[in-house]
């Protein structure tokens, strides 16, 4: 099957000149530079443009940047720009920018660019075709800014009610739906022109601890694993996904005593000989503490190469790529490493830039991407639907939001409603409605997923003493969960709006207007 311009793939055929630029830089790198493709380093920005230690990661061949934060749309184009252009004067091949761009570009730029509904949205959503039309949407952005890799979508099957850590960014859906809606984003994200990623292998969803703090050892059984944990990345490889993420787990029930990103029971024998997988592997970043606790960065990124990983995702400040280099550069010579495979990994990771087509152009438009400056939500036809509801939460007329989080206050500034922003108990939904006659009250709840991402007790007896004492509200959870399993009962919204890091949807913000209006 021929690619068609501004697809990509992670298995068709490229022409005879990609597959030259391909042969031509796997014959001239060092092995010095190939190791460094298949690194992922933090880049830093002087005055707009990489900082030296950046300039002198990408001189050494570092092959993958992680995306730039607190910068504009077009701030981040001209940057990107920037990068291509070194990788020219250096006559290396370019390297590959990768964010999350789940919800969009401005996810890890701090703003700007279409906000797209978290994958929970789409999951309340249920739509196939929709959840392709975003990914393919959010994809063609990130191109126009110069992100070429999207580590995203999750397709974790979420398990246990302790989830730590997913929350809004898995769909909330059982096995079957989640792999419809994950192969669905990834053919969008790929129509769209960005390497996709299916994570976090082999799967996350019962872990009750966050492996950005702590490593995870779960008690799968292989029945478990086959039946809920593993059919999205299965259906993910059929979707012909670039990339898979592997997480930080420990799964003894199906032999996995060490972290699954470093063994090779999981990359070789799991991903490569029983999916069948020739796409990119790459681990979760190595930073975090489920492997940082056991492993220095440059051991952890050894041991996962060795394991049959293309890519260590170390994660680490431009200025540490040295020393990592010298780190693997020693054990490639001690054998450690093996060179076959070097080239192997070194080679999927080039044909995924020709796929993109970085061997003729870069393909960044920065004035496009000043239009993107500004950010907007998605205000699709599904946009309600991408909430959760319970007992017809509509406001007739006025409305007052109490609440003390950011959440609240983006409900209020975008809804032009006025604002409590104080504790919500029962006292103080009380003292909104007397202080604002006739005005039904939004009270607004924001957990992040500990519990469930379940409102809390103290919450909920609010509104239940609220509504006992004839005050009209309406309450608003950040969840994961649908309407109907919050606490508070009654008119309600369960909205997919803040994820664990704290990062706020204005798509989800304005369904909840939606909702209610």
């Not at 608003?476 to 649908?482: F, G, K, L, Q, R």
């Amino acid at each position: 099957m021929s690619i068609q311009r501004g697809q990509v793939s992670g298995s068709d055929d490229l022409d005879r000149e990609a597959e030259d630029w391909v042969d031509h830089w796997l014959g001239r790198l060092s092995p010095r530079q190939k190791l460094a493709q298949r690194l992922i380093a933090r880049p830093g920005i002087a005055d707009g443009r990489p900082d030296q230690a950046t300039r002198e990661a990408l001189g050494a061949g570092l092959g993958v940047l992680h995306g730039l934060s607190g910068t504009s749309v077009s701030g981040a184009a001209g940057y990107h720009i920037a990068v291509a252009e070194l990788a020219a004067e250096l006559d290396l091949p370019p390297a590959l920018v990768a964010a999350n761009l789940e919800s969009g570009v401005g996810y890890t730029l701090g703003g700007g660019g279409t906000d797209f509904p978290y994958p929970r949205g789409i999951g309340h959503l249920d739509d196939a075709d929709v959840a392709r039309d975003l990914a393919e949407q959010a994809a063609r952005e990130a191109r126009l800014v110069g992100f070429h890799w999207t580590l995203s979508p999750c397709v974790d099957v979420t398990t246990t009610p302790d989830d730590p850590i997913l929350g809004v960014r898995a769909f909330g859906l059982d096995a079957e739906r989640t792999a419809i809606l994950g192969a669905a984003q990834i053919r969008g994200y790929q129509a769209g022109g960005v390497l996709a990623t299916a994570k976090h292998f082999p799967g996350h969803g019962d872990s009750p601890t966050d492996t950005h703090l702590d490593l995870a050892n779960l008690p799968r059984t292989p029945e478990e694993h086959a039946r809920v944990h593993l059919p999205p990345f299965q259906a993910a490889v059929a979707a012909g996904v670039a990339s898979i993420m592997v997480a930080h787990v420990l799964l003894p029930g199906l032999g996995v005593d060490v972290p699954t990103s470093l063994s090779p029971i999981v990359n070789r024998d799991w991903l490569r000989t029983e999916l069948g997988y020739d796409g990119i592997i790459v681990t979760d970043a190595l930073h975090m503490g489920a492997i940082a606790k056991g492993w220095s960065l440059a051991d952890s990124a050894i041991a996962s190469l060795a394991a049959g990983a293309d890519v260590a995702n170390v994660k680490c400040p431009a200025d540490e790529v040295p020393a990592i280099l010298d780190a693997l550069e020693t054990a490639l010579t001690a054998g450690q490493l093996s060179e076959d495979e070097l080239d192997r990994s070194v080679a999927r990771l080039l044909r995924a830039k020709a796929r993109l087509g970085l061997h003729r152009e870069h393909g960044v438009d920065v004035a496009r991407c000043a239009e993107l400056d500004t950010g907007r939500p998605w205000l699709g036809a599904g946009l309600a639907r991408t909430v959760s509801t319970q007992g017809a939460p509509r406001i007739p007329g006025a409305a007052v939001v109490v609440g003390e989080s950011e959440l609240a206050r983006r409900l209020a500034n975008v809804g032009r409603l006025p604002l409590e922003p104080v504790l919500v108990t029962g006292e103080s939904l009380a003292a909104a409605a007397r202080a604002h006659p006739g005005a039904s009250v939004l009270a607004v709840a924001c957990p992040l997923p500990v519990d469930g991402g379940l409102d809390t007790a103290e919450f909920a007896a609010a509104v239940h003493a609220a509504r006992a004492d004839g005050v009209p509200v309406v309450a608003v959870v950040n969840a994961a969960v649908p309407a109907a399993q919050l606490r508070v009962d009654g008119p309600s919204v369960s909205v997919p709006a803040v994820d664990p890091f704290a990062v706020i949807s204005g798509s989800a913000v304005a369904a909840v207007l939606a909702v209610l209006r």
